[in-house]
């Protein structure tokens, strides 16, 4: 029997769309919604709904962005049959993307009975969304903002890329929270920063949304909740990645930081009231 009905498939869906390109942690947000509604954090077919529903939200990704991915990925094609094409940027950056998704592939295989265990506690979560928030509000300080897309190296690519980990080892720290922060202290403005972190994010939680399937569908996970859940989290990703990059043009992260340590105040209350285990 499924762990998730169609109703909270919606829900959760919902809260996936609306969290995974935002600084604030989906994962947090999807196992603190899980806890309210009594459905178990560590259970397998959740675990595995959770990295399915993500699907959705990277389509998202993908539609929005589909003219540049569509460029930057016929620029790796052509380069693979003419050397003039190595100079271009969009052929380059093909090349950097999948270099720095190879870091998280490997921690994420290496440490999934970690990741699916000890580290899925809500008070891991708590504790990460405080910490992430520090650091965050660190980089937005830091960060001179002076360096546009264009100014992007394998450097930068490698070092964001790398800081996806954080988000993978501690659940609400946040994945896009640790990628703009890392954007931030590398100088790049707010925009790049947001759109570097989106075009890394596509292969590697695509990635991992398929790897979880079999053992989401093997465990108990219904199809339709599953469907459900997917169709929710892209209509949903989709206005919420428009909504940042605007916001992020004309506003400072600050607004993520009060909001995360919030959330991050009130688990540890509810954790230590016994209303979330």
């Known amino acids: 029997m499924s762990a998730i009905s169609i109703g909270q498939a919606v829900v959760l869906g919902a809260v996936e769309g609306v969290t995974e390109f935002l600084p604030v942690s989906s994962t947090g947000h999807l196992k603190i919604t899980e806890g309210l509604m009594g459905i178990p954090v560590d259970d ?3 675990v595995g709904f959770s990295a399915v529903i993500q699907v959705g939200a990277i389509a998202a990704a993908l539609v929005y962005f589909g003219k ?4 930057i990925v016929g620029a790796w094609f052509r380069g693979l049959g003419n050397r003039e094409e190595h100079y271009h940027h969009d052929y380059k950056f093909a090349w950097w993307v999948i270099y720095a998704t190879i870091p998280i592939v490997v921690v994420g295989l290496a440490a999934k009975p970690l990741i699916e265990g000890p580290l899925a506690s809500l008070w891991v979560v708590a504790g990460s969304l405080i910490v992430g928030s520090g650091v965050m509000w660190a980089a937005d300080q830091m ?15 490698m070092w964001v890329g790398c800081s996806q980990i954080l988000a993978l ?3 609400g720290f946040s994945r896009s929270g640790a990628t703009m922060s890392t954007g931030l202290i590398l100088d790049l403005e707010r925009v790049a920063a947001t759109r570097l972190s989106f075009f ?3 292969p590697a939680l695509t ?3 398929i790897y979880e399937l079999k053992d989401a569908m093997g465990s108990g996970a219904a199809v339709l909740p599953l469907a459900i859940g997917t169709v929710v989290s892209f209509a949903v990703a989709y206005a919420s990645i428009s909504w940042l990059l605007k916001f992020v043009a004309k506003h400072s992260f600050n607004s993520f930081v009060i909001y995360r340590i919030l959330v991050g105040v009130l688990l540890f209350g509810l954790l230590g009231m016994g209303v979330l285990s």
Do not use: N, Y
Not at 68 to 71: A, L, M, Q
Not at 144 to 156: A, I, M, P, V, Y
């Open 68 to 71: 540049d991915i569509v460029r």
């Open 200 to 202: 890394l994010g596509i």
């Open 169 to 171: 080892l501690f659940p």
């Open 207 to 209: 990635g991992a949304g």
């Open 44 to 46: 397998k077919a959740v």
């Open 143 to 157: 960060g001179r903002h002076k360096r546009g897309e264009d100014d992007t190296s394998l450097k930068d690519a």
